[in-house]
């Protein structure tokens, strides 16, 4: 996208016509125009975006329950293809790997054999 025109940058480019105030009020008009056109656009394309995950292309389209960002969270955390669901379940897994060998240490701990 081109920079942003200013009435800075339109008055170098047309600095004839700007210093003797030809077209003063059709520049001012002109950018004026061009503002409200850009947040125009800025709006539609917000209202048409759709939140996709990058790794399965599972979409959430708007209309989507709750927030979107909320429902592409969730499915990040479940997508088979995401590295975070990735890491969430390799966590699960030594989680429960540490709490077997914790649970052997303690059996194999003579001070806790009196409790069993
Ligand atoms: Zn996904």
Known sequence: MPEPMTLRSFETLTYRDFSNGAVLDEIAEALAERERLLKERKAIQSQSCV????????????????????????????????????????????????????????LLDPATESNG
């Open 51 to 106: 939140l996709t995950c990058v790794y399965c292309g599972q979409a959430y389209p708007p209309g989507t329950p709750a927030s979107n960002h909320d429902a592409l969270t969730e499915h990040i955390k479940q997508c088979p293809r995401h590295p975070l669901a990735a890491a969430l379940r390799e966590n699960r897994e030594l989680r429960r790997e540490c709490d077997l060998l914790a649970a052997k240490l303690e």
